[in-house]
């Protein structure tokens, strides 16, 4: 049996406000990944309830924990979709 220890880190460090698409740059090694989480970012500043009833739907986070992530910690909201898939899927 394998014990997979994964330690989540946001992909890209927060320079502008929560949800800006400015500042947001990644390397993550996958072109599609890199070119798709900034539109992320777009929408989930525009439709931010609607971003946060998709992670609760689709990927089963806690709102709350979400919204901290986002607001209280500084993550973006591209970083947020991705762990909780990631996070699902694992």
Not at 61 to 79: E, K, Q, S, V
Request: net charge negative.
């Amino acid at each position: 049996m394998m014990l997979l220890v994964c330690d989540v880190q946001p992909l890209a460090a927060q320079t502008t406000s929560p949800g800006a698409n400015t500042g947001y740059a990644l390397a993550s090694g996958d072109a599609w990944l890199d070119k798709t989480l900034p539109d992320v970012n777009v929408y989930a500043q525009r439709y931010t309830e609607s971003f946060l009833d998709e992670l609760v739907r689709y990927a089963g986070m806690p709102r709350d924990y979400a919204y901290a992530l986002i607001n209280t910690h500084g993550w973006f909201p591209a970083d947020v979709y991705f762990a909780a898939m990631l996070a699902k899927t694992l």
